[in-house]
């Protein structure tokens, strides 16, 4: 009778173990179901190259600016596994490239790009080195610029870098500017000449108070469909409008409008001594007018926060100034510096 019983819990143990784990994974399941909704990637413009890597996935947030999109998953430990399977090419420890298409990869969140090529433009199988590039004079001493994009700081060190977009309106510029006198950090901003031009007293505290200003083009125009020398103009445009108001060039750096560039236009860019920094990660705090929100956007920030993160906010919104205090004091409270992107590019290059 006892060997029975031994026989009988032998057999049944493994069933009841498997039955109470199959529960829990059921559970599990309807719990993050109910928590997060995933879009339905057949209602987006997904490029028919991309959507075999992300049909399989909960893609929580698709925005598009131009030739770029960003799309945010809840992804698997193995999905850089998934890259290398459906030949995805690892250019360095962050970057992917299958064909014309430039993959970011950043925590949860991907950016890829579609490298355009247009008349005159370089090839996607072009040999150049971006170190060769010919550059203009070097104005900041010791950086030498290349057409190499910057979108993230080359360390594993707890650093990170806040960059601030002008092109639109004022609105987070006071609390931009008080917050980070509270905390003593010099930062950095990208304005457009346009924007510089209406907002001279604005141009002149932030430099007055330290802070970085770099060129983001006159009149933010989506440098992928303009001319060489259109592009030319926009940036002499902005350099003679900040450079009058301030004493000091908007070199070395640019950020592209819209994010839009391709190996060409970087290359031109180099060549007027201008660098492309782009981002590891966008709060989105520019989408306040479709119901983004500020828990939102501090989620952004906080739930993607790692080494050498370039992160991009805006001073056109009322989002970047709300969660601008609560954000770094959380970051510095988890052990991070927070840098201007020159100081954390020359220490870091």
Not at 53 to 66: G, I, P, R
Not at 225 to 241: G, M, V, Y
Request: one cysteine or more.
């Amino acid at each position: 009778m006892k060997k029975r019983w031994i026989i009988i819990l032998a057999i049944s143990l493994p069933i009841l173990v498997f039955l109470i784990t199959f529960a829990l994974f059921e559970l599990s399941k309807r719990y993050l179901s109910k928590n997060i909704e995933c879009l339905d990637q057949q209602t987006l413009n997904i490029p028919a190259d991309i959507s075999p890597l992300t049909q399989d996935l909960c893609l929580v947030e698709y925005s598009t600016a131009k030739n770029s999109i960003h799309m945010e998953f809840r992804l698997s430990n193995d999905f850089p596994s998934k890259l290398v399977t459906e030949e995805w090419i690892q250019s360095d420890s962050d970057t992917y490239k299958k064909g014309k298409y430039s993959l970011n990869l950043s925590g949860t969140v991907i950016s890829i790009i579609e490298e355009t090529t247009e008349v005159g433009a370089i090839k996607e199988n072009d040999t150049s080195i971006p170190e060769l590039v010919h550059t203009a004079e070097v104005i900041r001493p010791g950086y030498q610029v290349t057409s190499k994009e910057i979108s993230r700081i080359n360390t594993t060190t707890k650093t990170v870098v806040f960059t601030f977009d002008g092109g639109s309106g004022i609105q987070s510029m006071d609390l931009i500017l008080s917050t980070l006198a509270k905390y003593n950090l010099t930062s950095t901003f990208f304005l457009t000449g346009k924007w510089a031009e209406a907002n001279i007293n604005d141009v002149k505290r932030i430099n007055n108070a330290g802070h970085e200003i770099f060129n983001h083009s006159y009149s933010h125009p989506d440098f992928a469909t303009i001319s060489d020398a259109q592009i030319a103009e926009e940036f002499s445009k902005t350099e003679d409008i900040i450079s009058d108001i301030t004493g000091n060039s908007t070199k070395p750096f640019f950020r592209p409008p819209y994010g839009s560039r391709n190996l060409h236009i970087r290359e031109y860019a180099a060549s007027l001594g201008y660098q492309d920094v782009y981002w590891s990660i966008d709060a989105l705090d520019w989408k306040e007018s479709t119901g983004t929100t500020a828990e939102t956007v501090k989620s952004r920030i906080l739930d993607n926060l790692a080494p050498g993160n370039i992160y991009l906010m805006h001073i056109g919104d009322n989002l970047t100034g709300q969660v601008l205090d609560e954000v770094i004091l959380e970051i510095q409270n988890r052990g991070y510096s927070i840098m201007s992107l020159y100081e954390a590019i020359t220490l870091y290059p």
